[in-house]
């Protein structure tokens, strides 16, 4: 056990301990800590992302209460979820939410699966059976053949909620030598990056107190571009004040001594995920986004443990799409990211919380056809894809 989350440990109310076994996976035990400890037990985690800190919940979400619980079993800690509890309108209830959750400490444990089934069985005991909300999980895109998070959470009789009109996320393969990595990406993307090595740039690892130059191009190009941005930039400060190896990795492209491109990474844990990106306009015809991705693939790869580099989605733009799909290339993945899953174990609370969130879909369509005809607003022009199979 970690010396960070042997602290949390000692920090625990004996209270606040509950247990349950899982149909098909080991016993499970979940504990509640304090939120000044998580981020530091957690750090370690292959599951770790930034939608689990609470630093970054705390600020992005301010209307709920985050709860930080770690799942231990036969003394050691192998998992953990950032529980997100929200008041239901006019006092009728709670509901329980988790982003990319629960997390598991070794995503490459041979019982891993198991252990999987063992948090969610002590999650649905301790908000589901025991405080009576609606817990609402919504998994991340699978790296297997199929999204064994998502059926275990059906399995358990978890229903399917809303689904992301553009689900799809593009994950990297960072475990490529630079032959392997360059012979996989598609062949247009490769040619574009081909070019941008004669075009006079250079890739720096910056400092993370050289965040205000990011955010002074991340602001230009908000500016040029217009796209809708629902992104959590707010949380940037918090995240840049953290330690390693939370704290995610800034990286610039220069042409001429000139600032053309800038990345933020979260490179903790088995997935980097590329948070924020901003270019100028000069950025484009000298291809600097491949080249600059180019050069955090092989940062990746040499200076973290993280399997796969997420790109995110697209939010509806065919030239994302491309961009991405060709940098995935041959040795990546593309996956969606499974519906929603909810469960109650009372049939008011259950109807209460599906209530609640059907009302929120309803105003985010509205939101996205006000965006879609708002004028000055660059427009979405890809074509939503039909819900997976293993989905339906």
């Not at 799942?71 to 239901?88: D, K, N, P, S, T």
């Not at 790296?143 to 689904?163: I, M, P, S, V």
């Not at 955010?215 to 992104?231: C, I, N, T, W």
Request: net charge positive; with cysteine; hydrophobic share 45%.
């Amino acid at each position: 056990m970690s010396v960070s989350a042997q602290i949390a440990q000692d920090r625990v109310s004996p209270d606040a301990m509950t247990a349950s076994r899982a149909a098909a996976g080991p016993l499970i035990a979940s504990r509640a800590i304090e939120g000044r400890d998580w981020d530091a037990a957690i750090s370690g985690f292959d599951g770790i992302c930034q939608e689990q800190l609470f630093a970054f919940a705390t600020i992005r979400w301010p209307g709920v209460a985050p709860e930080p619980r770690l799942f231990e079993h036969q003394g050691r800690i192998v998992g953990g979820a950032l529980v997100m509890v929200q008041r239901l309108p006019l006092g009728l209830g709670r509901i329980a939410v988790i982003k990319w959750g629960p997390m598991l400490a070794d995503a490459r444990a041979s019982d891993s699966e198991a252990l999987y089934q063992g948090m969610v069985e002590a999650l649905v005991a301790e908000y589901a059976d025991k405080r009576g909300m609606m817990l609402s999980v919504l998994p991340h895109a699978g790296t297997g053949q199929t999204n064994f998070e998502y059926r275990a959470l059906r399995d358990r009789g978890f229903k399917r909620g809303a689904t992301l009109r553009f689900p799809n996320r593009y994950l990297v393969n960072l475990r490529l030598s630079d032959e392997a990595q360059r012979k996989s990406f598609d062949q247009t993307w490769r040619r574009q990056l081909n070019k941008s090595e004669k075009s006079g740039l250079s890739f720096e690892h910056a400092e993370a107190d050289c965040v205000g130059d990011f955010k002074v191009l991340y602001a230009a190009m908000s500016d040029r571009k217009q796209f809708p941005d629902h992104s959590a930039f707010e949380t940037l400060d918090v995240l840049m004040a953290m330690d390693e190896p939370l704290r995610p990795e800034l990286f610039f492209v220069r042409h001429q001594g000139e600032l053309v491109a800038g990345a933020l990474i979260f490179k903790a844990g088995d997935r980097a995920v590329y948070l924020y990106g901003a270019t100028n306009e000069k950025a484009l015809p000298l291809r600097a986004g491949y080249f600059m991705h180019w050069h955090i693939v092989r940062w990746l790869r040499d200076h973290t443990r993280a399997r796969w580099y997420d790109l995110g989605g697209t939010d509806g733009f065919r030239g994302l799409h491309q961009f991405k799909k060709g940098m995935v290339g041959d040795a990546g993945l593309i996956r969606p990211v499974p519906p929603v899953t909810n469960f109650a174990a009372r049939p008011l609370a259950y109807a209460l919380g599906a209530g609640a969130f059907a009302a929120r879909e309803v105003v985010n369509q509205l939101r996205w056809y006000v965006e879609a005809v708002r004028p000055g607003l660059a427009k979405p022009d890809q074509v939503p894809a039909p819900l997976a199979e293993e989905f339906l």
